[in-house]
C-alpha cells in the first residue's frame, strides 16, 4: 500500500508570488485535506476534497485553492504569497468525508522570503 | 530533520519512566478526539483515539483519558522509550464534522 507523498519537500518564495504545493492520496482513499502547520502551532485547517469537490473550509483567505483530480491527487495553491504563509504544509487522506482516519503525508516546507 | 516546533511545552522524561501529557479542549460540542505523534520530519502519526461517550480507552503502552465535565484530555505513555521522543498533539472533531482541530502540542523528550 503507498502512503501518502507530497512534494517538493521544501521551497522557496519571494513575497507577492504563487506556489503550488502537490499531495498523492494513499491508495483507496479519495478524499484528501490540506492543514497549515506554523512552526511551534498544531495544525490549521485550510480544506478538504472529496471525489474532485470542496468539502468544507477552514479561516483561510481566498488566495487559498485548491483542485483536486480524478486519480483523487490533490493541489494546493497559494497567490499573492505572504510572509506570514511561511509554514509546513500537510496534506491528508481518508477514505470519505469522516476525519477519523486520516493519514498525513510529510509535508512541504514553505519558506516566503 | 525538520523542527515542528521550537517554543513548544516541553516535557522532559527518564527513559522507562510514564509519561503524562495533557491536553484541553474547548468545543463541547467535540465527539471524537485523537492523539496524534510528530516526529522531526514527518506528518503527524496516529496514536489512539476515544470517543465522547468514553471516559478511558487503553492501547498498546498508551492510554488516553477523557474528562468531559472540565473538557480534559490526557495520553499517558507507559516505560517511555528513546523512540517516544516527538511532539504529541491532541486533535478534536465536531460531530458530523469533517476536519481535525488541533491543540497546541506538547514536546517529548525522552533522557536516556
Known amino acids: 500500500e503507498t502512503g501518502v507523498t507530497q512534494s517538493p519537500t521544501h521551497l522557496i518564495k519571494t513575497r507577492g508570488q504563487q506556489v503550488t504545493l502537490r499531495c498523492s492520496s494513499q491508495?483507496?482513499?479519495?478524499?484528501v485535506s490540506w492543514y497549515q502547520q506554523a512552526l511551534g502551532q498544531g495544525p490549521q485547517f485550510i480544506f478538504q476534497?472529496?471525489?474532485?469537490?470542496?468539502?468544507g473550509r477552514g479561516n483561510f483567505p481566498p488566495r487559498f485553492s485548491g483542485l483536486q483530480f480524478p486519480n483523487y491527487s490533490s493541489e494546493l495553491n497559494v497567490n499573492a504569497l505572504e510572509l506570514d504563509d511561511s509554514a509546513l504544509y500537510l496534506c491528508?487522506?481518508?477514505?470519505?468525508?469522516?476525519?477519523?482516519?486520516?493519514?498525513f503525508g510529510p509535508g512541504t516546507r514553505l519558506t516566503v522570503t | 530533520g525538520e523542527s515542528v516546533g521550537l517554543h513548544l511545552p516541553t516535557l522532559s522524561v527518564q527513559e522507562g519512566d510514564n509519561s503524562i501529557i495533557n491536553c484541553a479542549y474547548s468545543?463541547?460540542?467535540?465527539?471524537?478526539f485523537i492523539w496524534y505523534k510528530q516526529e522531526s520530519g514527518k506528518g503527524p502519526q496516529f496514536i489512539i483515539d476515544?470517543?465522547?461517550?468514553?471516559d478511558k480507552r487503553q492501547g498498546q503502552r498508551v492510554t488516553v483519558l477523557l474528562n468531559k465535565t472540565v473538557k480534559h484530555l490526557s495520553l499517558q505513555i507507559a516505560a517511555t522509550q528513546p523512540g517516544d521522543s516527538a511532539v504529541y498533539f491532541c486533535?478534536?472533531?465536531?460531530?458530523?464534522?469533517?476536519?481535525?482541530?488541533f491543540g497546541g502540542g506538547t514536546r517529548v523528550l525522552v533522557k536516556p
Open positions: 491528508a487522506s481518508s477514505m470519505g468525508q469522516d476525519p477519523y482516519e486520516q493519514y
Open positions: 491508495s483507496g482513499h479519495n478524499t
Open positions: 476534497y472529496y471525489r474532485e469537490e470542496e468539502n
Open positions: 468545543n463541547s460540542a467535540s465527539d471524537y
Open positions: 476515544i470517543r465522547s461517550n468514553m
Open positions: 486533535a478534536e472533531i465536531k460531530a458530523a464534522g469533517n476536519k481535525l482541530t
